[in-house]
């Protein structure tokens, strides 16, 4: 059996196999078990309905967050579009439910496959776009997609949306928040799991080449245009993936929560949370998500007070400066993320006492 | 010809993000009318030397931690480039850093950010003198000129500042030895009728030697050599290592090479 | 006919209106390449200023105006010395995402402090100003619009052009070291486009407040109508973006009059994506010259 590493001191790598191992240190996975443990095993029955609620609300942006961050983060396309795909997926898997009947094992990767259709057809622009022209064509996907979800009555229901039934999964009723749980984070952790093996391939090195000066990876014999597509469609795929799970999850969808608001929020996840990173990523969408929770409790605790003196409705808006103001604040103190704060504490604790 | 000193570099050492140390210790003295040529490898400082005379070492997050560098008597390490350029020092920054999208003209008159408002147009007719090729082309987009064309607008749109002190970085960078040149003798004209002071951070030592008065050699972030060109010219190390005209064709022992190394660091 | 030619009129003042509000961000752009996504707040909130001066605090409206040019001038440059500044050399989207914050900040700050219904100003634009023309009525809002859209086209196009402070904004722009090299005040150059920016933007919401009545949700959908308009005109041209606001509020008034109303919030944005699949740069776009 080879020696377990638990302590790692310094960057000796000799091998290539060994620069792309995901831990640096059998410390570092056996983290992750109990995390996991933790996860599957205690966490569900600890936690109160509106906790679990939160959590699995967390867990479905999380999926689509890191979707973005791969397009965003590894190859350098910005999107504004990612709620959309969020919503093509929702629909996708609402209509698949409803109107044909398929089962929820069934519909929601295939939502995600819808969604990531769609993603690629507002990908084509990236063919000769860049930059800020390709961040304003997923702009104007984004309200392109959100036009025809109103406007296709017949399909989408219009402003009325889609009922969708309850998941079930081999005869098992998924109705409650705590067996959505068990769906969304053996999803979550099957993706993130894809997401960070998808990028120690040949296909993430693209993307970071692409990233980083997509003139010389064109150079380097990459085909730019079709891994930029390919990224378009992974990204689109998760976020149809999660708009799916969304869908089952809140059993009735309306056009309205996939907005351009919702795709800010998700661009905030990634930039909050750290671009490049698919931890950053899940940091994000913890952080987004509790901060939409908590700033809905106060605007209520407030709003409640407020019905007796009057001033109940003025406070509402102050939720939407707060939040923008963390958005801010964070890029200007904190423009790395999330997930390079956690590396900082991570290594002062593993350095300390003697951190030079 | 021994004139007034115009820059006094005093054991100044420079540090990127506190902890890069490229400069270690680097003194010199630019006296007023000369040109100054600064020789040495890659990485040994030359452009960081540049740098922290006009004051472009605050973007890159470098400092100048200690010694001094005064201009007319005056410390200006660590100033803010604008304030730098104002007392008329003013960079020609390596590569060619052109305005891409702004014609050839409009180039040049970014030149005179440091008098703003005051008259151009003798000012660009003497550039246009210097530099008949950017007459021609003057309506054109600057992204669209040759490497020549944008080392003469680079040049000329410096010279638009009314330089007192002007730093050249790599001039000959990426031109046809014709052009190089072409671009030394034009710099030796300005120097001579424009009474302009120069420093000229070269790889080309052999063109930047034969017009400049006084040169150093830096090597590691130090200097390791000083003297008037001439002597830098005859001199055997200068000429086997910068040069490449060593005296004879034979091959060189690996004993001599260090015999160069042991003597360099005694220098 | 008259139902075509009362569409035409329509779709230019409302070109026009989307040219006006397309200045301020241009200008922001052309000096300092950021995408300003709270546009159409910083239109919101020069509007309301004005309104909270001419009609709530009284003052004469000449006054009201100046005041009001004073303070969208002064936000400008608060908003690039605080916000923006600390973000020169980060990552594209870092600043595309800031300025969204920035948007929400703006946003919930103007409803929590106006509300979201819709106010108007007292009338005092000269009723001479409106042209009646058979039976094609332009009403004096839209004169108005229109001359001062054509005075600042020009007023900025000759200062882009030919004043040496346009020239180095753009150097600004264009190469950062090499105009900082120069002594090109790049502080000075960043803070200044910012403050005339927000005086642009000022100046466009009044006017869309004097048409439309001033609403915070209406005006932050204006702002994000700008893309659409300069995108189609290219980015940093001026003359693009006034000529994109036309076509635009052309295409809205033509759909919205033959095709169905409901189309013509998203027209602009369906000629957008097949604008920048033929070309990239826009109508008048400045093509990137890339060199590896």
């Known amino acids: 059996m080879r020696k377990l590493q638990f302590h790692p001191c310094g960057n000796f790598n000799v091998s290539y196999k060994e620069e792309l191992a995901i831990f640096d240190t059998d410390f570092g996975r056996l983290w992750m078990w109990i995390g996991m443990l933790l996860l599957f095993a205690v966490v569900p029955f600890i936690s109160s309905a509106y906790f679990l609620y939160i959590l699995n609300t967390i867990g479905i942006y999380a999926i689509a967050a890191v979707g973005l961050n791969l397009l965003i983060g590894f190859t350098g396309q910005i999107s504004l579009g990612h709620g959309a795909f969020f919503g093509v997926g929702a629909y996708a898997g609402a209509i698949l439910a409803t109107r044909l009947g398929f089962p929820f094992w069934l519909s929601v990767p295939l939502a995600g496959v819808v969604a990531s259709g769609v993603g690629m057809i507002f990908g084509l622009p990236s063919a000769r776009l860049k930059h800020l022209y390709l961040c304003i064509a997923t702009l104007a996907g984004?309200?392109?997609?959100?036009?025809?979800?109103?406007?296709?009555?017949?399909?989408?229901?219009?402003?009325?949306?889609?009922?969708?039934?309850?998941?079930?999964?081999?005869?098992?009723?998924?109705?409650?928040?705590?067996?959505?749980?068990?769906?969304?984070?053996?999803?979550?952790?099957?993706?993130?799991?894809?997401?960070?093996?998808?990028?120690?391939?040949?296909?993430?090195?693209?993307?970071?080449?692409?990233?980083?000066?997509?003139?010389?990876?064109?150079?380097?014999?990459?085909?730019?245009?079709?891994?930029?597509?390919?990224?378009?469609?992974?990204?689109?795929?998760?976020?149809?993936?999660?708009?799916?799970?969304?869908?089952?999850?809140?059993?009735?969808?309306?056009?309205?929560?996939?907005?351009?608001?919702?795709?800010?929020?998700?661009?905030?996840?990634?930039?909050?949370?750290?671009?490049?990173?698919?931890?950053?990523?899940?940091?994000?969408?913890?952080?987004?998500?509790?901060?939409?929770?908590?700033?809905?409790?106060?605007?209520?605790?407030?709003?409640?007070?407020?019905?007796?003196?009057?001033?109940?409705?003025?406070?509402?808006?102050?939720?939407?400066?707060?939040?923008?103001?963390?958005?801010?604040?964070?890029?200007?103190?904190?423009?790395?993320?999330?997930?390079?704060?956690?590396?900082?504490?991570?290594?002062?604790?593993?350095?300390?006492?003697?951190?030079? | 010809m021994e004139g007034n000193v115009r820059l006094l570099i005093n054991n100044i050492s420079v540090v990127y993000s506190d902890v890069i140390q490229v400069l270690k210790g680097v003194s010199l003295t630019i006296r007023e009318g000369q040109i100054v040529s600064l020789l040495g490898s890659n990485g040994a400082g030359k452009t960081t030397t540049l740098k922290a005379i006009s004051g472009l070492l605050k973007p890159e997050n470098g400092r100048v931690t200690e010694g001094s560098i005064e201009y007319d008597g005056k410390a200006v390490q660590n100033s803010s480039p604008e304030e730098i350029t104002r007392k008329g020092i003013i960079q020609v920054l390596e590569g060619r850093q052109e305005f891409k999208y702004l014609t050839v003209e409009e180039n040049l008159r970014v030149g005179t950010a440091t008098r703003w408002g005051k008259p151009y147009q003798k000012d660009l007719d003497l550039v246009y003198h210097y530099f008949p090729a950017l007459l021609a082309r003057k309506r054109a987009m600057a992204g669209y000129c040759s490497g020549g064309e944008l080392q003469m607008l680079v040049i000329g749109r410096a010279l638009m500042a009314h330089p007192m002190l002007l730093l050249l970085d790599e001039p000959s960078l990426g031109l046809a030895p014709l052009l190089v040149k072409e671009i030394f003798q034009i710099i030796k004209r300005i120097n001579e009728e424009q009474a302009a002071t120069l420093?000229?951070?070269?790889?080309?030592?052999?063109?930047?030697?034969?017009?400049?008065?006084?040169?150093?050699?830096?090597e590691n972030g130090k200097i390791v050599m000083e003297n008037s060109a001439q002597e830098l010219r005859e001199n055997p190390d200068v000429k086997e290592f910068y040069l490449g005209t060593a005296a004879s064709g034979t091959l060189k022992s690996y004993k001599d090479v260090k015999a160069y190394k042991r003597r360099k660091r005694w220098l | 006919m008259e139902f075509f030619l009362q569409l035409l009129v329509n779709g230019l003042s409302l070109g026009f209106l989307y040219a006006l509000s397309a200045l301020g961000f241009v200008m922001i752009f052309k000096s300092s390449s950021v995408l300003n996504f709270a546009h159409g707040e910083l239109m919101a909130i020069g509007a309301f200023i004005f309104l909270a001066l001419s009609a709530w605090a009284g003052l004469p409206i000449l006054l009201a105006f100046v005041f009001t040019m004073i303070g969208s001038f002064t936000l400008g440059f608060i908003l690039e010395k605080f916000f923006l500044r600390p973000l020169i050399g980060e990552a594209l989207i870092q600043v595309i995402m800031l300025t969204l914050g920035l948007a929400l900040m703006f946003r919930g700050l103007l409803l929590f402090i106006f509300g979201g219904d819709i106010h108007d100003y007292p009338d005092f634009l000269p009723e001479a100003l409106t042209i009646q023309w058979g039976a094609i009525n332009i009403p004096s809002v839209y004169v108005a619009a229109f001359i001062i859209g054509i005075l600042f086209l020009i007023l900025f196009g000759l200062f882009f052009k030919y004043s040496s402070q346009g020239i180095y904004m753009r150097s600004v722009a264009d190469n950062q070291p090499a105009a900082l090299s120069l002594g090109v005040h790049v502080r000075r150059v960043f803070a200044l486009s910012w403050a005339i920016a927000g005086l642009v933007c000022a100046i466009s919401g009044i006017v869309l407040g004097i048409i439309n009545g001033i609403n915070v949700h209406e005006l932050s959908s204006i702002?994000?109508?700008?893309?659409?308009?300069?995108?189609?005109?290219?980015?940093?041209?001026?003359?693009?973006?006034?000529?994109?606001?036309?076509i635009i509020g052309l295409l809205e008034s033509f759909t919205g009059g033959y095709i169905s109303t409901s189309l013509r919030e998203i027209i602009p944005y369906i000629v957008l994506i097949f604008i920048l699949m033929v070309k990239p740069y826009g109508l008048f776009g400045l093509v990137e010259i890339e060199r590896v």
């Open chain 1, 142 to 356: 984004q309200f392109i997609v959100d036009y025809v979800l109103v406007q296709w009555e017949s399909l989408t229901g219009g402003a009325m949306g889609i009922v969708v039934p309850s998941a079930s999964l081999f005869g098992l009723d998924l109705g409650s928040d705590r067996s959505f749980f068990y769906v969304v984070f053996i999803c979550f952790v099957l993706m993130t799991w894809i997401a960070v093996n998808l990028i120690r391939t040949r296909i993430g090195r693209a993307f970071i080449a692409i990233r980083d000066n997509d003139r010389a990876a064109e150079g380097m014999g990459i085909p730019v245009f079709p891994y930029k597509l390919l990224s378009f469609a992974v990204s689109s795929f998760y976020a149809g993936f999660a708009g799916a799970l969304y869908a089952y999850y809140m059993m009735s969808i309306t056009p309205e929560p996939f907005n351009l608001g919702l795709s800010i929020e998700y661009v905030a996840m990634i930039i909050i949370g750290g671009l490049g990173s698919i931890p950053g990523a899940v940091f994000g969408s913890v952080f987004i998500v509790s901060l939409n929770e908590v700033l809905s409790m106060i605007t209520e605790y407030l709003m409640n007070i407020g019905a007796s003196t009057g001033v109940a409705l003025t406070i509402a808006p102050l939720r939407e400066f707060i939040y923008g103001l963390a958005i801010v604040l964070f890029i200007i103190f904190e423009p790395k993320g999330l997930a390079e704060v956690w590396r900082i504490v991570r290594s002062s604790f593993r350095l300390w006492p003697f951190s030079y």
């Open chain 2, 199 to 218: 420093m000229v951070v070269e790889q080309n030592a052999n063109m930047a030697l034969q017009i400049a008065h006084y040169g150093y050699v830096m």
């Open chain 3, 223 to 246: 702002g994000l109508k700008v893309f659409p308009v300069v995108i189609l005109g290219g980015l940093d041209s001026i003359g693009g973006a006034i000529l994109g606001g036309i």
